[in-house]
């Protein structure tokens, strides 16, 4: 590295740790870093203080029914639906709801979770942006549930993502830390 570096810590801007943060980013970085430099790939955010923060607003702001939280899914690791399924448990204590677990892909599919579903329901898809896959999501459910259906918005567009990355930079030291509790996890 021209400048003496040697060491990139990469924070991705991901959700879940699965393909992109474990095979990806590490395939890139090695391909494109000197043999010299070395590389450390931080955690995602869902289990940032942000991001649960960020959920309960939404859900305590949602009308009444069930909530079906809806995450991308991979039938490749493990991880992302155990910390999914810790997130809307804690969820369903701290908002006083029924909260439900889904993937677009993988265990647990959010078509088959819906169908079992009745009554009015809001989906929360646990996505960073509004793009295609949360699209193609409101489109299924809409075409198949019955009863009345309430979408809440991703985190496009929101403080709840600065915050998250926020957090994770002062936990990994990057950036000075101006509260005693931000490296404390909800969960």
Request: glycine letters at 4%.
């Given at each position: 590295?021209?400048?003496?570096?040697?060491?990139?810590?990469?924070?991705?801007?991901?959700?879940?740790?699965?393909?992109?943060?474990?095979?990806?980013?590490p395939t890139r970085l090695t391909d494109c870093l000197p043999s010299t430099c070395t590389y450390e790939v931080a955690a995602t955010l869902a289990t940032t203080k942000a991001i649960y923060h960020g959920l309960v607003?939404?859900?305590?702001?949602?009308?009444?029914?069930?909530?079906?939280?809806?995450?991308?899914?991979?039938?490749?690791?493990?991880?992302?639906l155990t910390m999914l399924k810790v997130i809307c448990h804690q969820l369903a204590a701290d908002c006083q709801?029924?909260?439900l677990w889904s993937n677009y892909v993988g265990p647990e599919n959010y078509l088959e979770v819906a169908k079992k579903i009745t009554g009015p329901l809001v989906v929360l898809p646990f996505f960073l942006t509004e793009g295609h896959i949360v699209k193609a999501i409101t489109q299924k459910i809409t075409a198949t549930h019955r009863d009345?259906?309430?979408?809440?918005?991703?985190?496009?567009?929101?403080?709840?993502?600065?915050?998250?990355?926020?957090?994770?930079?002062?936990?990994?030291?990057?950036?000075?830390?101006?509260?005693?509790?931000?490296?404390?996890?909800?969960?």
């Open positions: 590295m021209t400048q003496g570096v040697t060491h990139i810590l990469a924070l991705p801007l991901l959700l879940f740790p699965a393909t992109h943060a474990l095979e990806d980013l607003e939404k859900i305590k702001q949602s009308p009444a029914g069930q909530v079906l939280v809806v995450a991308h899914g991979t039938p490749h690791y493990e991880k992302p709801r029924s909260i009345e259906v309430t979408f809440l918005p991703t985190f496009q567009e929101s403080d709840t993502l600065y915050l998250a990355l926020k957090e994770e930079m002062e936990d990994l030291g990057c950036i000075p830390s101006y509260s005693t509790s931000a490296s404390e996890k909800s969960f």
